[in-house]
C-alpha cells in the first residue's frame, strides 16, 4: 500500500483509482475481501486531511458505488456490512445475477427525498415524527438532533447504476442515454428498445440499488432502517378493503414528484383535459 502523500487538487478518479488498487492489492495479499472500516482508514492514511466534499460526494459509500458502476470492484450483497473484491479474472464473467431478495418497498416521500437530485430546497427526516419535512416545514432553527437532512444520491453515482446494469446484460451500446440531461426518461424508453423485460428489471435493481443507500444512511444516524420502507402491497383479494388509502398514497406521491420536476418535464406529461379545466374552474 502507497505511504500518505499529498495531492493539491484531488479528483474523484483518483479516489476511485485508489479504492480499486487498494481492495485487489490487499485481496491478492489476504486472498480476503476489504470491509468498509479497513477501507475508510486507508484513504485517511492516503489522503490525510482530506473531505469527501473535496472529491465531489458527502460520504465514502459514494466513491465505492462509483468504484463498482465503473467495474472495478465487486460488492458481496450476500452480508449487510460493505465488503468489496476486486473484479474477476479475464475470461470469466465479470457480471452477477441480480439479488433474488425480495425488493422492498421504499416509502415515496424516502425515495422522492434521496433519488431526486433537482429538487429545490433541502430535505430532512424528522426522528420524533418519522416523516420527511422541507427546509421550509423545519425553519431556521431546526434541531439538528431532530430533523436530519438528507443529501440526494449524487447524480453521477445514478448514472453508474445505470452502467453497471447495463453491464450485467452485457448491452455496451454507445447510444444508450445515460449521459444525457434526461437521463432518467430516457433510459428507460431506450432499454424498452432493446428488450420488453429490461425496463422492469432496471427499475428492481435501481429499487436494490436505491435500498442500500437507504439503509447505510440509516445506520450512519442510528436511525431504525424499517421506518424509510412501506409495508408490502396488499394481495389482489385485499386491494377492495385499502383502495381508498393506496389511492391516497398514490396521489400524494405523485403530486410531491411533480412539485419537484422541472417544467420542460412537466410539458411532456399526458393528462386528460377535462381534469385540467376542472382544475382550472375550481381556482
Known amino acids: 500500500m502507497d505511504d500518505a502523500v499529498s495531492i493539491t487538487s484531488p479528483t474523484i478518479d483518483t479516489l476511485v483509482e485508489f479504492i480499486a ?4 492489492e490487499r485481496f491478492r495479499a489476504t486472498k480476503s475481501a476489504t470491509n468498509g472500516a479497513l477501507l475508510a482508514d486507508a484513504v485517511r492514511v492516503k489522503f490525510p486531511g482530506m473531505s469527501y466534499q473535496l472529491f465531489g460526494i458527502t460520504k465514502m459509500s459514494e466513491a465505492v458505488s462509483l468504484t ?5 470492484v465487486l460488492r458481496d450483497r450476500s452480508v449487510k456490512h460493505l465488503e468489496l473484491l476486486p473484479p474477476q479474472p479475464r475470461g470469466t464473467s465479470v457480471t452477477r445475477p441480480i439479488s433474488s431478495d425480495r425488493v422492498p418497498h421504499i416509502r415515496p416521500d424516502i425515495w422522492c427525498a434521496f433519488v431526486f437530485v433537482g ?14 419535512l422541507d427546509s421550509g416545514t423545519v425553519g431556521i432553527g431546526q434541531d439538528p438532533e431532530q430533523h436530519i437532512e438528507i ?3 449524487p447524480v453521477e453515482v445514478q448514472r453508474g447504476w445505470m452502467t453497471e446494469f447495463l453491464r450485467t446484460k452485457s448491452l455496451h451500446s454507445l447510444d444508450a442515454p445515460v449521459q444525457d440531461s434526461y437521463c432518467f426518461m430516457k433510459f428507460p424508453v431506450w432499454l424498452r428498445t432493446h428488450g420488453p423485460s429490461l425496463d422492469y428489471e432496471w427499475k428492481r435493481f435501481r429499487v436494490l440499488r436505491v435500498a442500500d443507500c437507504v439503509r447505510e444512511w440509516a445506520a450512519d444516524h442510528n436511525i431504525a432502517e424499517d421506518q424509510f420502507f412501506a409495508i408490502a402491497r396488499p394481495r389482489p383479494e385485499k386491494v377492495d378493503a385499502d383502495r381508498s388509502v393506496n389511492e391516497r398514497v398514490i396521489r400524494e406521491a405523485i403530486i410531491l414528484a411533480v412539485n419537484e420536476l422541472p417544467i420542460e418535464q412537466i410539458e411532456d406529461f399526458c393528462v386528460p383535459v377535462r381534469f385540467l379545466l376542472r382544475a382550472i374552474q375550481s381556482r
Open 119 to 132: 429538487q429545490t430546497g433541502s430535505r430532512y427526516f424528522d426522528r420524533k415524527a418519522g416523516r420527511v
Open 21 to 24: 488498487s487498494y481492495v485487489s
Open 68 to 72: 463498482e458502476a465503473r467495474g472495478l
Open 151 to 153: 443529501k440526494p444520491i
